[in-house]
């Protein structure tokens, strides 16, 4: 098999509605397979901002393996109304992450939070870096020392 077979290639263009009824779908579902599935399909069709209620929803269900997935689709849209859930992702071990000591679901909240940018980020990023786990506080440190360095990252840029 070639790399480029494992690239996730729809039969027919998808529409953005249908995607999203389907994210809707799969939410409410709550199958894992569903929702894996579908959210290949967001980001096939590009990560939308009428895409973000639905993903936070699906943020907060623990019956699948795409909230990584997830927070990679909340920091290419740069949506502050994701800057709480963000932040409440960030303290949240899930069970097929266990094997995951260097918490990398934390290190890629911090990044969608400073690729924000807003001053409530910023402020999240804050209380990260006075985090009890010694690894999420120099995630977030490391994005509050390097704001103005990736201001160019940043929605309000």
Partial sequence: ????????????????????????QAADSKNANEI??????????????????????????????????IISAFQTLKDPRTVEVIYRASFIRHDYLDYDDTFGLARKCTWA?????????????????????????????KRIDNWELERHRKRAA
């Fill in 36 to 69: 894996g599935q579908v959210m290949l399909e967001v980001f096939s069709v590009g990560v939308r901002p009428e895409f973000v209620p639905v993903l936070i929803d699906l943020l907060s269900q623990e019956r699948h393996y795409k909230h990584e997935d």
């Fill in 1 to 24: 098999m070639r790399p480029e077979d494992l690239i996730f290639k729809p039969k027919h263009p998808l529409d953005p509605v249908q995607v999203l009824d389907r994210l809707k």
């Fill in 113 to 141: 939070l400073a690729d924000i940018g807003t001053e409530e980020a910023l402020a999240k990023l804050r209380l990260l870096a006075k985090s009890e786990n010694s690894m999420v506080s120099g995630y977030a440190q």
